[in-house]
């Protein structure tokens, strides 16, 4: 159960033992006044009617009498009024069955009312004559009673439904800031951090706010801190410190996940690209200019690959990652890329005419990323083939007997010497003169794939 209905209930109750406490003591005052009432007015008319008795008591006259008893007993007031002898004889004796309309049974059993009598004495000259009693009808008095009762219980209803009606509001009123604590407290899990800039006036409740604004400060503060160790954790463990781009680590895990069988970003482009002559360059200017073409290297790749991931993979070599890329896609990003080698030599870097290539490779998702960076390796050393700051792609289709990349090419290399397929292939050179004759032969090293096939 909410603390709101919690708190309604109590005042509910309070209300209904106040309330009842005051009809109680309502209607227990009116029993007493109307008893008293009662007891009053009876004894008045028998006071009164036996001095009126005592002047025909004399003659004894007693159809007056009972002319005059019935003249008084006719009104409906009275319950009983009997007129005795000194012996104690019932003279005269009028009765009235005791009837009460408009009040319910239950009431009448649960507040009994007494009806007290009235005796008085009547006389005869000096001589007393009888005894006149005369007791009062309760009907009228309960009738009051009712009535009163039926009044104070509709004001305190109302007054009841007015008081729960401000209760709720005020209460609602009250417990707002609890509310906006409750939201607070969410907002918190949720790794939001607002503060409540209103303050409640209830000074309990405002300290709970200041302590909540407290401790969501001291989370944010927290949760900052964590952050910021967290992205200088990241960044020292994906990140190359010389470049700011991706280091060879978050290079490998985002193309493991893009070539991942569950992927669905279709088709991946890698891009490699390599700066020509860079231990050159950093043995005839300095390490620091190095530093400066890698950094300015690294200024282009995210240039150009501004909705794409790049990393540098090492020394001077950088790659580009697209996903859901075609081939013509991954070409224009080339071209715009080689354009940009090229202004890098303008811009002041005296790195030759050559500034680096670019490799491309496509691949789907399930393709393995080994052979994937052999093609754009393969693409790459093709590029250098072809002249300065060009760029080839490759889309799988390199014979499996070639080899791809540089590493595969050491171990083709290292098993041809091992198995003897060097071969020599000589052509002749010419001369200009009307009878050609040879001058002398190159010599080209050739080399033989496993089925004894030349490779070009």
Not at 74 to 96: H, N, P, Q
Not at 372 to 387: E, Y
Not at 394 to 400: E, I, M, Q, Y
């Amino acid at each position: 159960m909410t603390l709101f209905r919690q708190l309604c209930l109590i005042i509910l109750l309070l209300f209904l033992i106040l309330s009842g406490g005051s009809l109680f003591l309502g209607i227990h005052n009116t029993r007493q006044f109307l008893n008293d009432q009662l007891a009053s007015h009876a004894q008045d008319t028998a006071t009164s009617l036996a001095l009126s008795l005592s002047t025909y008591a004399l003659p004894d006259d007693r159809a007056v009498m009972e002319s005059m008893i019935d003249a008084i007993f006719d009104r409906g007031y009275y319950r009983e009024i009997v007129l005795r002898s000194v012996a104690g004889e019932k003279l005269i004796e009028r009765t009235a069955a005791v009837h009460i309309e408009d009040v319910p049974a239950w009431f009448v059993a649960a507040i009994p009312l007494q009806t007290p009598k009235g005796e008085a004495l009547v006389t005869s000259g000096w001589n007393l004559a009888g005894t006149l009693t005369v007791a009062s009808h309760p009907g009228y008095a309960y009738q009051e009673l009712w009535r009163t009762a039926v009044s104070t219980l509709r004001w305190i209803g109302l007054c009841m439904v007015i008081a729960m009606a401000l209760g709720a509001i005020l209460l609602r009123r009250l417990l707002r800031p609890l509310a906006s604590v409750e939201r607070q407290a969410e907002a918190i899990c949720n790794r939001d951090h607002p503060i409540q800039e209103t303050l409640p006036r209830t000074r309990e409740l405002r300290r709970v706010v200041l302590a909540m604004n407290r401790m969501v400060t001291r989370v944010r503060e927290m949760f900052e801190e964590q952050s910021a160790l967290s992205e200088g954790l990241r960044s020292q463990l994906y990140a190359d410190p010389l470049s700011g781009l991706g280091n060879r680590r978050y290079f490998d895990a985002q193309l493991e996940q893009l070539l991942s069988p569950h992927a669905d970003g279709g088709t991946v482009a890698l891009l490699l690209f390599e700066l020509d002559g860079f231990k050159d360059y950093n043995d005839r200017h300095g390490y620091q200019a190095g530093d400066e073409l890698i950094r300015e290297a690294a200024r282009l790749t995210r240039e150009i690959a501004v909705d794409h991931l790049s990393a540098r993979l090492s020394g001077a070599t950088f790659a580009i990652l697209m996903s859901g890329s075609s081939a013509e896609d991954a070409g224009d990003l080339a071209l715009r890329l080689c354009g940009g080698l090229e202004r890098i030599e303008r811009e002041g870097f005296p790195i030759g005419a050559s500034v680096g290539h670019a490799g491309i490779a496509l691949a789907r998702p399930g393709a393995l990323s080994s052979e994937v960076l052999s093609d754009a390796d393969q693409a790459l050393r093709a590029a250098q083939l072809i002249g300065p700051n060009t760029w080839e792609l490759r889309a799988g289709d390199v014979p499996a007997a070639y080899p791809k990349g540089a590493r595969q090419w050491r171990e083709f290399l290292d098993q041809a010497l091992a198995q003897g397929r060097f071969s020599l292939h000589f052509q002749p050179v010419l001369s200009l003169a009307e009878t050609p004759a040879v001058l002398h032969l190159e010599a080209l090293l050739r080399v033989s794939g496993p089925a004894g096939e030349t490779l070009p």
